[in-house]
């Protein structure tokens, strides 16, 4: 089956740690994207990237970063920079083109720092 | 000014009734819109998405598009408890990168009562 794989579930990050979430999508999809989400509020964009090799950022790149090494592959790293990094991550992939045809999500992983 | 607006809500409904949900966008050059339903906890799932003036019906959901008034309903009718969920409108961004990324609203929070 298709689909598209975040892990892990449930993260834990000590202050000053760095950590990555992975996302991993066999759809084929081209465009990979990075949602965060925190309590009663939207999804804002961290990054995304269309093409291997390359990716923006979005609306709240600040201490993230990324890498797209493989076309089914989009790793997010949350930095020591991120100063409140608890929330909901969430992953998506679409196919990108004139007309997008909306996003896959992964099931998202719960970051919390302790 | 948000670039996708909906009402949060809660929007109390009874079973069996039609639930109306609404979404107003700012970019005129919008050409794709989706509506995701997210579970308390849970990823979003695609339930709908409309490209043309009108109506577009599947089961007892219909999406409704009126891009003069920038506007885009979705209705549910014979609500059910398990309809319960935010509501997430989502719109194609084609700013100068004209990546056709989307633009999601903060959702509507749908409550149906038995």
């Known amino acids: 089956d298709g689909g598209i794989t975040q892990s892990p579930k449930y993260l834990f990050r000590k202050e000053g740690q760095n950590v990555t979430l992975s996302c991993e999508q066999n759809?084929?999809?081209?465009?990979m994207y990075w949602y965060r989400q925190d309590p009663g509020q939207g999804l804002r964009l961290i990054y995304y990237s269309q093409i291997v090799n390359d990716f923006q950022k979005g609306d709240i790149a600040e201490g993230y970063s990324v890498s797209r090494e493989k076309k089914e592959s989009f790793p997010l790293t949350v930095t020591s920079a991120q100063k409140n990094p608890t929330a909901f991550y969430l992953c998506?992939?679409?196919?990108?083109?004139?007309?997008?045809?909306?996003?896959?999500f992964g099931s998202g992983t719960r970051l919390t720092v302790v | 000014q948000k670039e996708v607006e909906q009402n949060s809500g809660p929007l109390s409904v009874p079973e069996g009734a039609i639930a109306s949900l609404n979404c107003t966008y700012s970019?005129?050059?919008?050409?794709?819109f989706f509506w995701y339903r997210q579970y308390s906890g849970k990823s979003p799932e695609l339930i709908m998405f409309?490209?043309?003036?009108g109506d577009k019906e599947d089961g007892r959901f219909t999406a409704q598009l009126n891009k003069a008034s920038q506007y885009v309903s979705l209705l549910i009718r014979d609500s059910q408890p398990s309809d319960s969920a935010t509501y997430l409108c989502?719109?194609?961004?084609?700013?100068?990168?004209?990546?056709?990324?989307?633009?999601f609203g903060q959702g509507t929070t749908l409550q149906v009562k038995p």
């Open positions: 970019d005129r050059g919008s050409q794709s």
């Open positions: 409309i490209y043309s003036n």
């Open positions: 998506a992939s679409s196919f990108s083109g004139v007309e997008p045809y909306g996003y896959t």
């Open positions: 759809l084929n999809h081209d465009a």
């Open positions: 989502a719109v194609t961004s084609h700013g100068s990168s004209n990546t056709g990324k989307l633009i």
